[in-house]
């Protein structure tokens, strides 16, 4: 594991970057538009402290401690999804010639495999570059990076990842260079409406569904051949349906957890 316990502090206001302002115990900093939430891994209430004193606008909300693992829902263990193999970097095999593997180390982001939309997105991926030669594909929200490393892994010449937030995407880049995929896979910052229009093969999104609704009334999202979008419980699930087919897509797959969690994949036609 790389941590054994997280000291989280919930800031009031926006923080910047962080790097440069702590010491060697800091992890990352989540930020949100109005307000930022510190990881380290181990105490800094003076580091904090000074801070929030120091910078106008800033003020501690709360702090948190726990393990680690409590933070990502329990112990990383490898798996397999969809023909590919999923493994945290420290439990990796010693030679890594497979090129199904994926070393991934979620930091603190989510997006470790263990949700179920996570896997069921791969098992939809997987039914698409069955049926298609796809060449380029863009993962919105792409937390980990583990759904653009999978599409790269898949056979996707050209994987865009994108997140809003800058965490997320330091932690995808952090995984596109453990797996040595940087010709391949490109992480950027920017909100997944901005990147929608992009030309692609494929669009994965594991998104909220408040994204997830602006992104299929979107003009640029009916230019893409395939889709594929999970994160969506029962009731969205019924709304994103009706707008899909209302803009003439077809869903092809459908995949549900326990009737509780959703998956769909689909064309628009073209």
């Given amino acids: 594991m790389p941590y054994e316990n997280l000291y989280i502090y919930y800031i009031n206001g926006t923080v910047p970057d962080g790097r440069g302002l702590f010491g060697?115990?800091?992890i990352g900093n989540w930020q949100e538009p109005d307000s930022s939430f510190l990881f380290f891994s181990e105490p800094a209430d003076e580091q904090v402290a000074s801070l929030v004193a120091e910078k106008?606008?800033?003020a501690l909300k709360d702090r948190?401690?726990?393990p680690y693992e409590d933070w990502i829902g329990g112990e990383l263990q490898a798996f397999s999804a969809?023909?590919?193999r999923v493994v945290p970097p420290w439990l990796a095999p010693k030679e890594k010639t497979d090129r199904s593997l994926?070393?991934?180390d979620p930091g603190v982001v989510f997006g470790s495999g263990t949700h179920a939309t996570t896997r069921d997105c791969m098992r939809a991926m997987a039914a698409v570059f069955s049926n298609i030669t796809v060449t380029r594909t863009?993962?919105?929200g792409c937390g980990t990076g583990l759904l653009s490393l999978a599409a790269a892994r898949m056979g996707s010449a050209y994987v865009l990842a994108v997140d809003r937030n800058y965490l997320a995407v330091e932690t995808t880049?952090?995984?596109i260079f453990r797996n040595n995929l940087q010709d391949r896979?490109?992480?950027v910052h920017g909100c997944a409406e901005d990147f929608v229009a992009m030309d692609a093969d494929l669009l994965v999104a594991n998104i909220h569904y408040d994204v997830m609704k602006r992104l299929v009334s979107a003009p640029g999202f009916l230019k893409k051949k395939w889709f594929v979008l999970s994160g969506l419980l029962r009731t969205h699930t019924i709304h994103i349906e009706d707008d899909l087919r209302h803009h003439g897509a077809e869903i092809g797959y459908r995949w549900s957890e326990d009737g509780v969690w959703y998956t769909l994949a689909g064309t628009c036609g073209f």
């Fill in 185 to 187: 896979v490109l992480a």
């Fill in 64 to 66: 948190f401690f726990m």
């Fill in 56 to 58: 106008d606008g800033l």
């Fill in 173 to 175: 880049r952090d995984n």
């Fill in 138 to 140: 863009i993962d919105l």
């Fill in 102 to 104: 994926i070393l991934l």
């Fill in 24 to 26: 060697d115990g800091f």
């Fill in 82 to 84: 969809a023909g590919v």
